[in-house]
T-cell receptor
Framework: DTGVSQNPRHKITKRGQNVTFRCDPISEHNRLYWYRQTLGQGPEFLTYFQNEAQLEKSRLLSDRFSAERPKGSFSTLEIQRTEQGDSAMYLC????????????FGPGTRLLVL | AQTVTQSQPEMSVQEAETVTLSCTYDTSESDYYLFWYKQPPSRQMILVIRQEAYKQQNATENRFSVNFQKAAKSFSLKISDSQLGDAAMYFCAQNGGATNKLIFGTGTLLAVQP
């Protein structure tokens, strides 16, 4: 078990461009979460998948953001028409669910929008 | 709304000494979990310790223990025999809602002095 992985680890883009991040959860984990962390702040929830179903989206997730989890395996987070305010660390976490819920985090993708 | 508050932006401790990080939370849920996560510089977030709200006994994990005061909605982390490797940002978090998304505090940056 290699843990949660995220790619790319760093992304620099120009304002207005589209970017896509990938998250590979721990195998057999059916729950997957995306969070955003800005400098000096704690992570903020963006969206949640149980298997392939997207069951909750935060109000932080504007219509420029879209997330998918085809076949309940890896997940992608796409940001269209990036803005400088999108610059942040994007964290993915997965969990097995059940009575004792512990989320395991990936290393994150750091996005810088110029 | 659920909130988590960490009132200590920075803390410092001498190697081998004990330090306590504070956290308060607010929730209307009757069943929930509380967590302390550690985020070393440029490294991924890892779980330090977890407390189930229905348990009266405080959780312990080796040098890490919590003081859980449910009525006061307080959840502090005590680190005994501090080591240089304990230097990191520490986040207090609570899971919330049907999706168990995590709500984080703003973090406490812990420095360990040799």
């Amino acid at each position: 078990d290699t843990g949660v992985s995220q790619n790319p680890r760093h992304k620099i883009t120009k304002r207005g461009q589209n970017v896509t991040f990938r998250c590979d959860p721990i195998s057999e984990h059916n729950r997957l979460y995306w969070y955003r962390q800005t400098l000096g702040q704690g992570p903020e929830f963006l969206t949640y998948f149980q298997n392939e179903a997207q069951l909750e989206k935060s109000r932080l997730l504007s219509d420029r953001f879209s997330a998918e989890r085809p076949k309940g395996s890896f997940s992608t987070l796409e940001i269209q028409r990036t803005e400088q305010g999108d610059s942040a660390m994007y964290l993915c976490a997965s969990s097995l669910g059940g009575l004792i819920e512990t989320q395991y985090f990936g290393p994150g993708t750091r996005l810088l929008v110029l | 709304a659920q909130t988590v508050t960490q009132s200590q932006p920075e803390m410092s401790v001498q190697e081998a000494e004990t330090v306590t990080l504070s956290c308060t939370y607010d929730t209307s849920e009757s069943d929930y979990y509380l967590f302390w996560y550690k985020q070393p510089p440029s490294r991924q977030m890892i779980l330090v310790i977890r407390q189930e709200a229905y348990k009266q006994q405080n959780a312990t994990e080796n040098r890490f223990s919590v003081n859980f005061q449910k009525a006061a909605k307080s959840f502090s982390l005590k680190i005994s025999d501090s080591q240089l490797g304990d230097a990191a940002m520490y986040f207090c978090a609570q899971n919330g809602g049907a999706t168990n998304k995590l709500i984080f505090g703003t973090g406490t940056l812990l420095a360990v002095q040799p």
